[in-house]
């Protein structure tokens, strides 16, 4: 099995190391380099030719966000996890609207965050739970503020389920809410997922967020 190539950026030179020996023992990934500052970064991406970057956000010269943004731009098949302990939903927004693919807080177990960077390489979006409450809490006050829309990719009633889904309301709730049955809110719920490419509820609302579905 082919290792995931992985570039650590972090100014803690402590945590940076705590974190390359924490991951040299797992067979699935291999640190290929690291970075103490957001130009660093930018410098060694070319050489490290890394699949997955894990970025902290607090840099001393280009913040996280910027940092990732530049990545993106110049190596779009590259992803990007933040690995940050701000639980903040602002810079959950900006890391997404950046490129982001993943948002860790630091005090993540190491299988668990193995298991996020096999999950970005494999396509998916993934968002610390402890955030993810914030996000959607934050996502369903702005999608109220919205007046107008282009054309949607998703029906009006696909819609109007997402933003339910936001708030945090179970199948029933909505069945209930929307007087018709937990069956066809389960199809809708299918055909949000087919349309949006995701596998859950929270990458439907997050992938709906960034291409401003809502």
């Known amino acids: 099995m082919n290792k995931i190539k992985v570039l650590l950026v972090d100014d803690h030179t402590i945590l940076r190391e705590g974190i390359v020996k924490l991951l040299s023992m797992e067979d699935a990934v291999e640190v290929v380099g690291t970075a103490a500052t957001g130009r660093e970064a930018l410098e060694k991406v070319a050489n490290a030719r890394p699949q997955v970057i894990l970025l902290d956000i607090n840099l001393p010269d280009l913040s996280g966000i910027e940092v990732c943004r530049r990545i993106k731009e110049s190596y779009s098949h590259i992803h990007v996890i933040a690995l940050t302990i701000h639980d903040e939903e602002g810079y959950v927004f900006?890391?997404?609207?950046?490129?982001?693919?993943?948002?860790?807080?630091?005090?993540?177990?190491?299988?668990?965050?193995?298991?996020?960077?096999?999950?970005?390489?494999?396509?998916?979006?993934?968002?610390?739970?402890?955030?993810?409450?914030?996000?959607?809490?934050?996502?369903?006050?702005?999608?109220?503020?919205?007046?107008?829309?282009?054309?949607?990719?998703?029906?009006?009633?696909?819609?109007?389920?997402?933003?339910?889904?936001?708030?945090?309301?179970?199948?029933?709730?909505?069945?209930?809410?929307?007087?018709?049955?937990?069956?066809?809110?389960?199809?809708?719920?299918?055909?949000?997922?087919?349309?949006?490419?995701?596998?859950?509820?929270?990458?439907?609302?997050?992938?709906?967020?960034?291409?401003?579905?809502l």
């Open 94 to 213: 900006e890391m997404i609207k950046a490129g982001a693919s993943g948002y860790l807080l630091k005090d993540v177990g190491t299988d668990t965050l193995v298991r996020t960077i096999q999950n970005v390489v494999a396509g998916k979006s993934i968002l610390d739970p402890k955030v993810t409450a914030k996000v959607l809490n934050e996502f369903s006050r702005l999608s109220y503020m919205q007046e107008s829309y282009e054309k949607p990719l998703l029906s009006q009633r696909e819609r109007q389920i997402l933003k339910m889904i936001s708030q945090g309301y179970s199948n029933k709730e909505i069945g209930i809410k929307l007087f018709i049955s937990e069956k066809t809110v389960k199809n809708h719920i299918t055909n949000i997922f087919r349309k949006l490419e995701v596998s859950d509820r929270t990458e439907a609302v997050v992938k709906a967020m960034t291409q401003k579905l």
